[in-house]
């Protein structure tokens, strides 16, 4: 299969160009659907799993998609050096599925994940310091009330933070580019569904032996509302450890999920 090089400006440019489409369209495409099917579809079915009581603004929703799509930029040149990187053989990723074996496969996505887990946590954790929180984080937290669209609606540096620890990653871990694909699909639903102000997973998910370990709209909720507490990306692992998880967490959960149940 021929692949460009992407050190020749030409080819670079278009590489940058196919990668904001790609994450453009993805962001539209899961943000726009999880509106569609809870706000526009929908709305009374989910009201009574509605976080907030009020509703987020016409503007905020403009604003956020505004600021999501500067983040696709950046993600692209990100996702654009990578590509660069693994061509001067910088990288660990690798094409041929023989070469480690199927079993790598789900081995490498759970490291990566815990990986990029562990860096998100502490570099969220260290943007909630009042001088970074001031200059970069604010930005995000405008939305008091998340939304969908609130998935990728970051400060160009800290959209910049957030997308540097894949490629950092994959210098150290062998991935294929399935399992990469993978990941950020994973990340761009789990972002979604965490900003979605809607709990969408079921009564007692919270006490489940898997489920405990998620973040979901609850949990992140919390987070925009209460601003020290739930930190994670994808997994509760490092707010139960480090103690910061929301000490309303469990009563929230319950409290959201147990309306639709009965």
């Avoid at 579809?41 to 929703?61: M, V």
């Avoid at 789900?106 to 970074?132: A, C, F, G, N």
């Avoid at 709209?217 to 929301?246: I, M, P, R, V």
């Amino acid at each position: 299969m021929f692949i460009p090089d992407v050190s020749q400006p030409f080819w670079f440019t278009i590489t940058l160009v196919v990668f904001f489409a790609i994450i453009a369209g993805r962001y539209f495409l899961v943000s726009g659907l999880f509106y569609l099917v809870f706000y526009i579809w929908f709305p009374a079915k989910w009201q009574q799993r509605k976080i907030s009581k009020k509703e987020f603004s016409r503007n905020q929703l403009q604003r956020e998609i505004s600021q999501s799509l500067v983040t696709a930029v950046i993600f692209a040149f990100i996702g654009t050096a990578m590509i660069l990187l693994w061509q001067k053989g910088y990288t660990k990723i690798y094409t041929s599925i023989s070469e480690f074996g199927w079993w790598w496969l789900p081995v490498s996505l759970l490291i990566s994940m815990l990986l990029d887990e562990t860096y998100y946590y502490w570099i969220h954790r260290q943007l909630h310091k009042p001088k970074l929180f001031k200059l970069i984080h604010r930005v995000h937290h405008q939305s008091n009330i998340t939304s969908p669209w609130t998935a990728f609606s970051f400060h160009p540096l800290e959209g910049l933070l957030l997308s540097v620890s894949l490629p950092v990653i994959l210098i150290i871990l062998p991935m294929h580019p399935v399992m990469i694909l993978l990941q950020l699909t994973i990340m761009t639903f789990s972002s979604v569904i965490n900003h979605l102000d809607i709990e969408v997973y079921p009564h007692r998910f919270h006490k489940h032996v898997l489920g405990k370990w998620l973040i979901g709209a609850t949990h992140h909720a919390l987070h925009h509302k209460q601003f020290k507490y739930n930190f994670g990306l994808y997994f509760t692992f490092w707010d139960k450890w480090k103690k910061t998880e929301s000490p309303l967490f469990e009563e929230t959960f319950e409290h959201n999920t147990e309306k639709i149940n009965s």
